[in-house]
């Protein structure tokens, strides 16, 4: 089947939707399907691709997603559909779902398309969706593929008129063999001159609000004061809001904690960083607006067997299993992340069951069965 997938992330951008679109890219093309990937976004971030993609990846700079740049991806979006002769367009986030369900209010373009959870909520109130697709936005697609079940039964909620039938959770996947099978450890006690007796909590994430930081930090803080010195956190992953950075790094200070910034981490020494931490901790913040559908970073950590500290939250139950792979807590339980990381931190056993289980747990998660409900479902449609 010849398939174009439209998307605004895909590496070396960084985040859940360049994750999502390259691992289903790449299995899809493992099974046989002819892929051809349109990636927008601003122009800043096409400095050239980090391997080699069995595939067709075509870039153009439309910038963000402001009325001023939409002439742009509509246009260039249009120009792809039309001329490529594709059997299945999927338009794997919301701008790409809006340009192709404003197309169908003049000319019928069958596609499909992908939901997290955050376009779900955004719909209602987007000027640029109103505008373009409205009521579209939702009818225009043959098919919707969900992160979650969570996510899933949030559309069918949301739009009551959907047929539940056209409507399939389609879970990611985990290059389970790339985050289990790390090579020599990255040496993070050397690097970032942690003590060598040290439990490093880990964090992988953009710099975001709802990522759960600030939490960890006030956590941190709650520790007995002999266990500050016994412990290292390290945040990897950047972000551009200078006032949430410069916040952070006072609640670092405050925590007593040795904690290490190390910004972006180049996804070939991810694997390493793993394994060379003792836990996962990201609990999440709610926000109205943002919506965590999944959470593939639990999922690598998991590879790693790495048991995580989330927040019950969205539709991360899905990849943490509650005492089971790792610890859920309620979102802005302060008090309860900070036992979970005292329990967590003193009992070796404890961690390492809770490690052992996330490591099974993540094995049923595979890019290659992710493509296989996507597009086996689209194909008999």
Known sequence: MKILMLTYEFPPVSGGIATYTAGLALAASKSGHDITIAVSGTPREFDGDITDYPFIIVRYGTGNYTFGKLPRLLWRTYRLVERGGFDLIHALDWPHIMALAYFNRFKKIPFVASV??????????????????????????????????????????????????????????????????????????????????????LTVSRLDKRKGHRAVFRALERLPSRMKNEVSYIIAGDGDDSKYNQELRRLAKNSGVNVIFAGRVDYDLLPSLYASCDLFCMPGEPYPEKIEGFGIVYLEAAAAGLPSIASRIGGVPEAVIDNRTGILLEPGDIESLSAALVKMIRNDDFRAGLGKAAFEHAKQFSWQRCAELTYSVANRN
């Open 116 to 201: 997290y959870g955050t376009e779900i909520l955004l719909a209602p109130d987007s000027r640029q969706i109103k505008y373009l697709a409205g009521e579209n936005f939702f009818t225009a697609p043959d098919r919707f593929y969900a992160i979650s079940d969570y996510t899933r039964n949030l559309l069918l909620e949301t739009k009551p008129t959907l047929d539940p039938e056209s409507v399939t959770a389609t879970p990611p996947g985990v290059d389970f063999d790339y985050f289990s099978n790390p090579g020599e450890k990255f040496d993070i006690y050397k690097r970032f001159s942690i003590p060598i007796n040290n439990k490093v909590i």
